[in-house]
Nanobody
Framework: QVQLVESGGGLVQAGESLRLSCAAS????????MGWYRQVPGKQRDLVAT???????NYADSVKGRFTISRDNAKNTVALQMTNLKPEDTAVYYC???????????????WGQGTQVTVSS
């Protein structure tokens, strides 16, 4: 089982920046795609950005040009640098990692506990 611990959420004003971090620990053979998702009450959890172990990235259209995802494969960490934040970015942000606990295991997904990001206008 892999544990994901997020940090960096908080309250900011529109136009400001925030950086989220997530560290994976536990039984890990390999970590594949890591990413960030967000959810507001009453709505589904949506993809924000993902990054593969090779560094290929994917972003939701709503955050392109404002958010940057990065990772450190040696440390099994992923970060999300958020700039020019808007009130509509307000949500609980979840870190996710696709991984294999052993060489013989199939891929699994683990989720972090979530961190609140609130952007005031």
């Amino acid at each position: 089982q892999v544990q994901l611990v997020e940090s960096g959420g908080g309250l900011v004003q529109a136009g400001e920046s925030l950086r989220l971090s997530c560290a994976a620990s536990g039984s890990i053979f390999s970590v594949y795609t890591m990413g960030w998702y967000r959810q507001v009450p009453g709505k589904q959890r949506d993809l924000v950005a993902t990054i593969t172990s090779a560094g290929s990235t994917n972003y939701a259209d709503s955050v392109k040009g404002r958010f940057t995802i990065s990772r450190d494969n040696a440390k099994n960490t992923v970060a999300l640098q958020m700039t020019n934040l808007k009130p509509e970015d307000t949500a609980v942000y979840y870190c996710a990692a696709d991984y294999s606990p052993t060489v013989l295991s199939g891929r699994r997904r683990s989720w972090g506990q979530g961190t609140q990001v609130t952007v005031s206008s």
